[in-house]
Structures are given as C-alpha cells and as structure tokens.
C-alpha cells in the first residue's frame, strides 16, 4: 500500500493552521504545521513533504520569499494561502513557482480538495475519487456507485469529475460553465439540465450528493 501523502501547512493563524492540519489527516494525509518559516529547509529535509500550504503573509520571510527554498528542496508542489486576491499577486505566485491560490476567506474542505486535485496532477495520489459509495475514475472516464456503474454520457462524466475533484467546494454556474464546456457565455440552464439528468441516474443508486447551494451554486459531498 502506497504511503499517504505529506503536506506542510505554514501558517501563523493558529486557528487556521490547525484546522487545515486536522481536516488533512482526517482524510488520511500525513500533515504536520509550523507557524513561520524558521528553519525551513531544515523541516522540509527531515519531513520532506509532497505538498506545502503556504501562507503569503507571515512573521519573518513572508510565503512568496520562502517558495525559492521550497523549490530547492526538491520537486514538492506549493499552494499559496493568502489574503491578497489582485490579479498581479496572484500572477506573481505562479510566476515564482505556486501550483495554485486559495484566497481568505475560504472553507477548509475547499483547501483539502485543493490539495487532492494537486497532488493527483502530480501523480502522487490514485487518479480515483472516492466520496462516500462513488467512485470516480477520470482515465478509464468511468464512475460507479454502489458497486454498481453509471451510465453517463461524456458531458455527465465531465460534470461528476469537476464536482468530485471539487468535493466540498461550492462551483457556481459560470465556473461550471467555463470547466466543463470552455465558454462562460452559455445559457446558464444548460448546466441544470444535465446536472438534472446526473443527479437522477445518481440518485438511483443512493442518497443525494450533488447539493444546491441556494445563490451561490452547486457543491458535491456526503453532508447535505
């Protein structure tokens, strides 16, 4: 069995810090936290982890100047934590090396889907999804529920696959929109209607796990 996947969490917010760390070993990840970057090299050779939540602002060095010692560290992915949400800051992170950025405020099942969906690109977790009795496998571009599979068609598998990686997280219709068919500018029914159609093949299997999030969008967990 393939050893569960090390994530670092930098952050001076003990509040945050903490519950990233709890919610990450709850979904069987080894996690371990740090209020600064004191030392960094040092933990990162002893821990070596596969992924780094980095936090932008923080005593000492701040995020953005400690990516260089992460990447010489070796090839670990970087999502970069922060409260600065200008399109330059976040183009910045990238440049310097971040995989992705999560704004503040945020939920912290969305910062664990996050690092799910990074850390599959990389290879580093099994390209299956599982939530509860579903199952998804987006290189066989397959799903199964109850042990049983789904009969979907190809926009249905796309929609279930960025609802699954996005477990936890609220998509609106335009994100949506923009993932699955490339165009922000479609009549947005077209996203109820096929999340219509998936919900009912879903739902004959099991209880609902495609939730509406009244206002916002739609969001795909176990808990209502």
Do not use: C
């Amino acid at each position: 069995m393939p050893t569960p996947a090390r994530v670092l969490v930098l952050d001076d917010d003990d509040t945050i810090r903490l519950s990233v760390v709890t919610a990450l070993r709850a979904e069987g990840f080894t996690a371990e936290g740090a209020p600064d970057g004191t030392d960094l090299a040092a933990r990162l050779a002893a821990f070596r982890p596969d992924l780094v939540v980095l936090d932008w602002m923080m005593p000492g060095p701040a995020g953005i100047r400690l990516l260089p010692v992460i990447r010489a560290e070796g090839d670990t992915a970087v999502i970069m934590l922060t409260a600065r949400d200008e399109v330059d800051d976040r183009l910045r992170g990238f440049a310097e090396g971040a995989d992705d950025y999560v704004t503040k405020p945020f939920t912290v099942a969305e910062l664990v889907a996050r690092v799910g969906a990074v850390l599959r690109r990389r290879g580093r977790l099994p390209q299956t999804i599982a939530i509860g009795d579903l199952v998804v496998d987006p290189d066989a571009a397959v799903a199964r529920r109850a042990g049983g599979p789904l009969d979907l068609t190809a926009t249905e598998f796309r929609l279930l696959h960025l609802l699954a990686e996005s477990r936890g997280r609220t998509l609106s219709k335009g994100q949506i929109l923009t993932q699955v068919w490339g165009y922000d500018d479609y009549d947005p029914n077209l996203v109820e209607v096929h999340l219509s159609a998936l919900r009912r093949k879903m739902e004959a299997r099991g209880p609902r796990l495609i939730h509406t999030v009244r206002g916002l969008g739609y969001r795909l967990s176990v808990a209502p």
